[in-house]
């Protein structure tokens, strides 16, 4: 069961996730379909004993089978090209964050409310309690407020990097001299995890992302009490 579970994405929690969970399993459907229909009519050629010579040509079966394919690409097509809007959407944002990738940690300024910056680096092995996740627990996270629409404006300070937690949907390359953004809204309270996914180095794989999403109530007042 546990080998099962790895195949699957992780939990969505976010409607950008939901989305594409739903496009996920729209497409395996039909590619289950069309893998068992290619299977059931390779079977009928390998165990079939009756030839027949003299066919020349079959325009019906060579029309159906230019016709199909093209349905079936529309069917996938059609909720691919909405999924992408949807995702490079960005309505009225309640906080923006920016967020700088380093070799090899991230850094972060929320300059909404009040200028608040700060480094999120990787907790070391030695450094680590009872409670935390190894190579993925952060001694700064980034917070933000549940049921809200976030931006976040990334870049690079030096080489490409990747911003991704999978159970949000996001995923957005840190360019240098480029500015990226990407929106997105937490469903639930509680810690996501993530990872640079762009081969950026040596220490590529030590510079986790944690996101940590609270009540806007809880979100003010740590606004209010943080000092940098």
């Known amino acids: 069961m546990a080998t099962w579970k790895t195949l699957l994405l992780q939990d969505s929690s976010s409607p ?5 969970s739903f496009f996920h399993d729209h497409a395996l459907m039909i590619l289950t379909i069309i893998t068992i229909l290619v299977g059931q009519l390779l079977a009928g050629l390998f165990f079939n004993k009756y030839i027949n010579r003299y066919l020349l040509e079959g325009q019906m079966i060579e029309l159906i089978w230019t016709i199909l394919p093209a349905i079936t690409l529309i069917f996938i097509a059609l909720p691919s090209l909405k999924l992408i809007y949807i995702l490079d959407e960005v309505n009225n944002p309640s906080v923006s964050i920016k967020t700088m990738g380093h070799q090899w940690y991230w850094s972060y300024e929320y300059s909404d409310f009040k200028n608040i910056e700060f480094d999120s680096y990787m907790i070391p092995i030695n450094e680590m309690n009872s409670w935390n996740f190894r190579l993925l627990d952060v001694d700064n996270r980034v917070i933000i407020p549940f049921k809200s629409q976030i931006r976040l404006l990334v870049s690079s300070a030096d080489v490409i990097h990747s911003w991704t937690i999978p159970s949000m949907g996001v995923k957005i390359d840190a360019t240098p001299g480029r500015l990226n953004q990407v929106s997105f809204t937490s469903s639930r309270t509680g810690l ?7 081969i950026c180095g040596a220490n590529h794989s030590f510079m986790p ?8 109530k809880f979100f003010l007042k740590w606004m209010n ?4």
């Open 225 to 228: 009490n943080y000092k940098n």
């Open 16 to 20: 950008l996730m939901e989305q594409l």
């Open 209 to 216: 992302i944690v996101l940590e999403s609270i009540s806007p």
């Open 192 to 198: 996501f995890y993530g990872q640079c996914s762009e």
